[in-house]
């Protein structure tokens, strides 16, 4: 099992420029996350989705958008990257909730955004 | 979500137990207590999770205070592997989203 998976590793990208960040998971999960890390700071929570076809939004939403494209893959977009966009992003995913059970998040190696 | 408050950085010696404290005096009933750590910039990874019992596993043990409102993290013979950033973490069981403090920097000395 590869676990969850992210494309690309490393991104440099202009001001207005857009693109998309790519998470696949193989562990059969049924919920998948975003979040960005700023430099000595925690992880903040941007989307999740707890299951294919819903997403809602988590911590940090404003100036992106994802896509839960089937129960394997979960996107986010940056339609029109700023700055402050600039960061380090960690795709999860976990099992659904289940009775008397926890809900361990495993996460990707991450994409080291840069905005110029 | 209860605030957890954690100290921003320890050092340890190879070999020795390593002892991280988290506060979490505001934690109600049906919260449970998650310890993540962050090696060097990798994802976060999962160690250990408990509601008022303590807890062990193959990475560590979990201590969790009588009235709850304090815990400390175990890892029992410290490596230099073990160097990371340690989060405490309380939220519901099974709870989807995982509210990350900054953590305690541990260092292991060899």
């Known amino acids: 099992n590869a676990g969850v998976t992210q494309t690309p590793k490393f991104q440099v990208l202009k001001t207005g420029q857009s693109m998309t960040l790519q998470c696949a998971q193989d562990?059969?999960?049924?919920?998948m996350y975003w979040y960005r890390q700023d430099p000595g700071m925690g992880l903040r929570l941007i989307y999740y989705s707890a299951s294919e076809g819903t997403t809602d939004k988590g911590e940090v939403p404003n100036g992106y958008n994802v896509s839960r494209l089937n129960k394997r893959e979960f996107s986010l977009r940056l339609e029109s990257a700023a700055p402050s966009q600039t960061s380090v992003y960690f795709c999860?995913?976990?099992?659904?909730?289940?009775?008397?059970?926890?809900?361990?998040?495993?996460f990707g190696p991450g994409t080291r955004l840069t905005v110029l | 979500d209860a605030k957890t408050t954690q100290p921003p950085s320890m050092d340890c010696a190879e070999g020795r137990a390593a002892n991280l404290p988290c506060n979490h005096s505001?934690?109600?009933?049906?919260?449970?207590v998650y310890w993540y750590r962050q090696i060097h910039s990798q994802g976060p990874q999962y160690i250990i999770h408990g509601l008022k019992n303590n807890e062990t596993n193959e990475m560590a043990s979990l201590i969790i205070t009588e009235d709850r409102k304090s815990s400390t993290l175990i890892l029992p013979h410290a490596t230099l592997r073990d160097t990371a950033v340690y989060y405490c973490i309380v939220t519901l069981e099974g709870a989807q989203k995982l509210v990350f403090g900054q953590g305690t920097r541990l260092t292991i000395n060899p």
């Open positions: 562990m059969n999960h049924n919920s």
């Open positions: 999860a995913s976990s099992r659904d909730k289940v009775p008397h059970s926890y809900n361990e998040q495993f």
């Open positions: 505001t934690i109600s009933g049906n919260e449970y």
